[in-house]
């Protein structure tokens, strides 16, 4: 597996780790109006936070890019 796989694989998981923490927490609610404790809410938890996991690591990716362009 290649580190950009591998990176972008571990993002995901940590996303929906970490949505599925915050919304047990109470912190957020990844539930978007569906049934408590069912396989829909846990499926748009386990969605949301891939998505946002995803999303930090482009952000983090870009942001490494720039900084890799001033130094040129």
Excluded: Q
Excluded at 2 to 22: K, N, W
Aim: glycine content about 16%; charged content about 20%; proline content about 4%.
């Amino acid at each position: 597996m290649t580190p950009a796989r591998r990176s972008a694989l571990l993002a995901v998981i940590g996303g929906m780790m970490a949505g599925a923490y915050l919304h047990e927490r109470g912190v957020v609610d990844l539930g978007f109006g569906f049934a408590p404790d069912g396989l829909p809410e846990g499926a748009a938890m386990a969605l949301a936070g891939a998505a946002a996991g995803y999303a930090i690591l482009l952000a983090f990716r870009k942001l490494r890019d720039l900084a890799g362009r001033d130094r040129t």
